[in-house]
């Protein structure tokens, strides 16, 4: 199922964007998206890298003090309530 | 001199002299000397009821919070060490940790439940005030009754990554700890006015600096929350909000928070609203040019910055170097002092022989600072801790297995390693240990790990495949042998060796001499 779980599975756009962002600055594949990235061997410079890449992408501040767990779900889950919400008032960042 | 022989002999002293002053805070709470005094003492008279006594190990499972610094403390009263238990290590990690070290009673906080309950048959819960005792857990079977602490019992046990696959635990004594901050009081005049934050696991020994620096001295010890070092922002708002005086960082951790101090159209901060007057590092190699932009804007005064350089096994620190404007030209060479007074540091050739300045050897350590050895194993102990040459007139050397040489004027620079091991991120990692676990996968026959450099301080570590033959068809192999083996690797190990990146290679450079060539892999 893990493998399944690459890149084919449906999602919104925003989570298969993401998807590609933590591949692109990983520089792996195989990823599981349920899973805490921290978890999976991502260490937190990348994790900043990735987190500076959605802030670009979409223009907006993640905010990771209010991430539960740092999965790609989850993040997703964030990214996309930013974006609904003052997404755009936070641009710029901190 | 600090008042005491032990850790909480002074401790208790400190909790005398000034009840009311707070030891410990986290975000929303704040413990003062005389609590912790108080919390500490009845869960140590659990504990000597429990049969614990000088050199009785003593598990220590708990998440970064008062409850860590309340059972060390515990612990150490009834005369016990402490064996840390990452509660975040996945439970074949746990299990190996609580039957290697034979620790014959755990102490948890009650929030780490899901962890190890039921690992271990005899555990003393903290929750919140409150201890009370797992249903089972019975007394052990004990020798001599209360008896005195002294300098030569057991404090701690730290594991270690082991290039033989399992970890091993270094055994490290009160005095071994106490004398380190005598001996660096003269440089860093350490008093009741600091304030230390707690950025490292309690199971690094990075931690047993952080929490005794604070302690020994009447400080105030600030529990960062572990979220702290995946966003810098926070570590500078916590820095600031909390007053911390005293930083102490990998290099690596600390350049993530230059990349956000400096970042484009936002270097006008002022230190002003910092109380920092010290930046510690350690754990790894520092290029002092990476500081360029911090010392330009803040100097290299206020605060000051020091590099040590350090190992486990010689307690946390051995020597002292403050990094100065001067060294932002260097080449990149990492200088790392002077010993710690009460310690020599010997560059050796390969008989053993001191080499002449100026020219790389291993570094051997000696003095107040060599730990007692590691936990059970008597032929690892007696390979690194060994006698030296007669004419260094030494006892007992620590072999550090890292290159450095002697400046003719008496500085050290550190050059990197002898053997296999690798530093990332400050975090110690055997190979052979990474790669045990990666050949248990099925489908790959043999496995590599090495560091490789991304650019800008990015290192990671990366495992090489080597796939079985019978795995070459079908759809999507390589795939699921990474996606097996990432599996496996969460299983397994704990996350700071657990690779990043994998690689599917079918076979593995070696080298002239007939080694793995990972420097070849690196590229």
Not at chain 2, 29 to 39: C, F, I, K, N, Q
Not at chain 2, 53 to 79: E, F, H, N
Not at chain 2, 200 to 219: C, M, P, Q
Not at chain 2, 371 to 397: C, H, K, M, W
Request: aromatic share 6%; charged share 25%.
């Amino acid at each position: 199922m893990t493998a399944a779980q690459r890149t084919d599975v449906p999602a919104s756009d925003v989570r298969q964007s993401i998807i590609g962002i933590v591949q692109a600055v990983l520089d792996r594949e195989v990823i599981d998206p349920a899973v805490d990235l921290f978890d999976q061997g991502v260490p937190s410079l990348v994790f900043l890298r990735i987190l500076a890449r959605i802030n670009e992408k979409y223009d907006i501040a993640v905010d990771v003090a209010t991430l539960e767990e740092a999965s790609i779900d989850e993040l997703s889950a964030l990214v996309q309530a930013q974006l609904g919400g003052d997404g755009q008032a936070q641009q710029g960042g901190c | 001199m600090l008042p005491g022989n032990c850790l909480h002999e002074i401790f208790r002293e400190r909790a005398r002299a000034a009840p009311d002053r707070i030891a410990v805070s986290t975000s929303g709470d704040a413990v003062t000397y005389g609590e912790l005094d108080r919390r500490s003492d009845l869960l140590a008279g659990r504990l000597a009821a429990l049969g614990v006594r000088s050199d009785v190990l003593v598990g220590l499972c708990a998440r970064r919070g008062t409850a860590a610094i309340v059972g060390m403390l515990g612990i150490l009263k009834s005369g016990g060490a402490y064996v840390p238990i990452d509660p975040s290590y996945p439970a074949d990690r746990v299990s190996y940790l609580l039957s290697d070290s034979a620790v014959p009673i755990v102490v948890a906080d009650r929030d780490t439940a899901g962890t190890i309950s039921g690992a271990h048959p005899a555990i003393v819960w903290l929750d919140g005030d409150r201890i009370s005792l797992e249903p089972g857990t019975t007394a052990l079977a004990s020798g001599d009754g209360a008896r005195v602490s002294a300098g030569h019992d057991l404090a701690y046990v730290i594991y270690t990554s082991g290039s033989t696959g399992a970890p091993k635990g270094v055994m490290v004594e009160h005095r071994n700890v106490v004398r380190l901050f005598d001996q660096t009081e003269q440089w860093f005049h350490f008093d009741d006015r600091d304030t230390w934050s707690l950025f490292h696991s309690i199971s690094f020994d990075f931690s047993v600096w952080e929490i005794w620096g604070a302690l020994l001295y009447g400080g105030r010890l600030v529990l960062l929350p572990e979220t702290v070092s995946r966003s810098p922002e926070l570590l500078i708002s916590l820095l600031r909000t909390e007053q911390v005086t005293v930083l102490n960082q990998t290099p690596s951790a600390f350049h993530q928070l230059l990349a956000v101090m400096f970042a484009a159209g936002d270097d006008d901060r002022d230190l002003a609203e910092f109380a920092l007057r010290l930046v510690i590092f350690g754990g790894e190699r520092l290029d002092p040019r990476m500081l360029a932009p911090w010392m330009r804007r803040y100097g290299d005064q206020r605060p000051v910055l020091v590099n040590m350089y350090g190992i486990t096994e010689t307690t946390v620190h051995c020597t002292y170097r403050p990094i100065t404007i001067a060294d932002l030209d260097g080449e990149g060479a990492s200088p790392i002092g002077w010993p710690v007074p009460d310690l020599r540091v010997y560059i050796l050739d390969a008989d053993g022989r001191p080499v002449r300045d100026d020219v790389p050897g291993e570094m051997y350590v000696a003095g107040g600072g060599v730990s007692r050895g590691y936990l059970n194993q008597p032929e690892l102990t007696a390979q690194r801790f060994v006698g030296g040459d007669e004419s260094l007139g030494e006892i007992r050397l620590y072999r550090s297995g890292d290159r450095a040489m002697r400046r003719p004027d008496g500085e050290l620079v550190y050059l990197g390693r002898m053997d296999d091991q690798l530093k990332i991120r400050g975090y110690r990692i055997e190979p052979g240990e990474v790669e045990e676990c990666l050949s248990d996968v099925p489908g790959v026959a043999r496995a590599v790990v090495a560091s490789s450099d991304f650019g800008d301080h990015d290192v990671r570590l990366v495992a090489y495949l080597v796939p079985a033959r019978a795995v070459g068809s079908g759809q999507l192999p390589e795939a699921e042998l990474v996606a097996a083996a990432e599996r496996h690797t969460r299983a397994v190990l704990p996350r700071h060796l657990r690779p990043s990146v994998y690689r599917i290679v079918s076979e593995i450079p070696i080298t002239l001499q007939g080694k793995v060539d990972r420097d070849a892999l690196g590229k």
